[in-house]
Antibody, heavy 118, light 110 residues
Framework: QLVESGGGLVQPGGSLRLSCAAS????????MSWVRQTPGKGLEWVAN????????YYVDSVKGRFNISRDNAKNSLYLHMNGLRVDDTAVYYC?????????????WGQGTMVTVSS | QSALTQPPSVSGAPGQRVTIPCTGS?????????VQWYQHVPGTAPKLLIY???NRPSGVPDRFSGSKSGTSASLAISGLQAEDEADYYC??????????FGGGTKLTVL
């Protein structure tokens, strides 16, 4: 199970840290990701992190502003968001990259809403 | 503008078969990257339906099937049920080193 938290209302230019708590799964074995859904639009991949945290990848629109990290001792995934813009407003999901599904997003959380507005 | 193109909506009556196409390019699907399909009921967690083009995770009914050819893929749902009403997304990888999703297709069961 994956449970996100940390969403809320923030002004443009502000910062926010999202968390994702994993339970019932060997968290340290898996690559993890953040995916977002903007209002009225579809899903957009945001970032990936390797199982040991040694590699990170980002969509171009968040490079230099967002940072994905994890604490395997706490079975937790994070997304540090800085320089937030209005178009970052979205529901943010954490998702597991499956081992037996060739890296498909095979487990998702319920999402946490981030609203960027003045 | 999504890298993968899907129709905004499809519909079908209970018991019928519907297909949802996903059109990519030579930098993603046509480059040989796998296609996945997800079902999303708004307000809930998205669910993996198909991985590596044609494979179903355990627990997904065999009414759902995937295919891939060239730069396109498709999801077929047979024996349509009311509970299938949801948004459906295709997903792949792009040579720009980015995961890509389709824009999503809303399925309405008439």
């Amino acid at each position: 199970q994956l449970v996100e938290s940390g969403g809320g209302l923030v002004q443009p230019g502000g910062s926010l840290r999202l968390s994702c708590a994993a339970s019932g799964l060997p968290f340290t074995h898996y690559w993890m990701s953040w995916v977002r859904q903007t209002p009225g639009k579809g899903l957009e991949w945001v970032a990936n992190i390797k199982h040991d945290g040694s590699e990170e990848y980002y969509v171009d629109s968040v490079k230099g502003r967002f940072n994905i990290s994890r604490d395997n001792a706490k079975n937790s995934l994070y997304l540090h968001m800085n320089g937030l813009r209005v178009d970052d407003t979205a529901v943010y999901y954490c998702a597991r990259r499956g081992l037996t599904t060739s890296g498909a997003f095979d487990l998702w959380g319920q999402g946490t809403m981030v609203t960027v507005s003045s | 503008q999504s890298a993968l193109t899907q129709p905004p909506s499809v519909s079908g009556a209970p018991g019928q078969r519907v297909t949802i196409p996903c059109t990519g390019s030579n930098s993603n699907i046509g480059a040989g990257y796998h296609v996945q399909w997800y079902q999303h009921v708004p307000g809930t967690a998205p669910k993996l339906l198909i991985y590596v083009n044609t494979n179903r995770p355990s627990g997904v009914p065999d009414r759902f099937s995937g295919s891939k050819s060239g730069t396109s893929a498709s999801l077929a749902i047979s024996g349509l049920q009311a509970e299938d009403e949801a948004d459906y997304y295709c997903q792949s990888f792009d040579r720009s080193l980015s995961e890509v999703f389709g824009g999503g297709t809303k399925l309405t069961v008439l």
